[in-house]
């Protein structure tokens, strides 16, 4: 079996401001990176529906995004023409992969699209993000798939809030996510658990380095991973955390998020056979970026 590469065009046709971070270079920095991989079942992210939304957004929210037109959202999140189509894109190729793995058509998944997702709350748009992707897909997975244990991990440096606050109340979804504290958003603190306890929030200290972080996902994550059992994996996969990145100051390199890629995916060869997908989130520094998305990929085309 092999490894599923989602991405459109229209992607590229979500433009921002002039020297914002998420900027359509990203998806062109990533689809060079990846040119030369001759494994991988390149796919088109399809439309996400109205219906495939609402399983996390209420109707008000989608209609008020959907009718927003150009322009700003908040500090940082932009529309422009193409953005919804694009919105649409990253939910589609989320869901999308999660067929695809499920059904056992690939093994695997990493969906290559914008805008990102996991800052998206259940009615407000920021940090970049319109949709929950990543909280989407696992709704998808829980309910049209039926599964009964669906896990999150988000290496995303910032926190994923958006992701925490559609899972907080769904106790058949796990979110294990690490981030820099402090940083924005400013939530993640340990204390915020979920309803269910459904919720691990790891976070860590700026200038942490790979070393530091795999102690941590040993000590704190594998475990509650583990004795999670899940059926799917889904990882929210932010490369921003490199030490390259500027929007940070976390000290990862590419060989980090190839290690946590192998964990993750050792730990679903266990037990959901190998069921994973990995949907895009940041990574602001082009180069960086571009060469720890072939390093997450080439892991996952090996796993």
């Known amino acids: 079996m092999t490894t599923a590469l989602y991405m459109h065009d229209d ?3 979500h433009i921002t401001p ?3 971070p998420e900027q359509v270079a990203r998806l062109k920095s990533i689809t060079a990176a990846l040119a030369g991989f001759d494994r991988l079942d390149r796919r088109e992210a399809p439309l996400g529906t109205d ?3 609402l399983r996390c957004h209420p109707r008000r929210y989608l209609e008020a995004i959907e009718n927003h037109g150009p322009g700003q959202l908040d500090a940082d999140t932009h529309m422009s ?3 919804m189509q694009a919105a649409r894109r990253a939910v589609g190729g989320a869901v999308d992969a999660v067929d695809a793995v499920l059904t056992g058509q690939v093994k695997n998944a990493f969906v290559a699209t914008r805008p990102p997702g996991h800052h998206a709350e259940t009615a407000r748009p920021m940090g970049f993000c319109l949709f929950g992707n990543v909280s989407i897909a696992a709704k998808h997975a829980l309910e049209f798939h039926e599964l009964h244990r669906v896990a999150v991990v988000d290496f995303d440096v910032h926190h994923g809030n958006g992701t925490q606050d559609l899972l907080w109340d769904e106790a058949r979804a796990f979110l294990a996510t690490s981030q820099q504290m402090p940083l924005w958003p400013g939530t993640g603190d340990p204390s915020e658990r979920g309803a269910h306890d459904n919720i691990l929030n790891v976070p860590l200290d700026p200038g942490t380095d790979g070393a530091i972080m795999r102690a941590e ?6 475990p509650r991973l583990d004795a999670f059992k899940p059926e799917l994996i889904l990882i929210s996969a932010g490369f921003d955390a490199h030490a390259d990145d500027p ?3 976390l000290n990862w390199v590419e060989e980090d998020f190839v290690w946590l890629t192998e964990k993750l995916c050792a730990m679903a060869d266990l037990h959901c ?3 994973v997908v990995s949907v895009l989130e940041g990574g602001y520094d082009l180069n960086a970026l571009g060469r720890s998305v072939a390093a997450h990929v080439q892991a996952l085309t090996e796993a």
């Open 51 to 53: 219906a495939h939304i």
């Open 11 to 13: 992607c590229l046709n």
């Open 18 to 20: 002039p020297g914002h």
């Open 217 to 222: 996902y040993e000590e704190k994550v594998f």
């Open 247 to 249: 929007l940070a100051n």
């Open 81 to 83: 023409a193409g953005s």
């Open 273 to 275: 056979g190998g069921r």
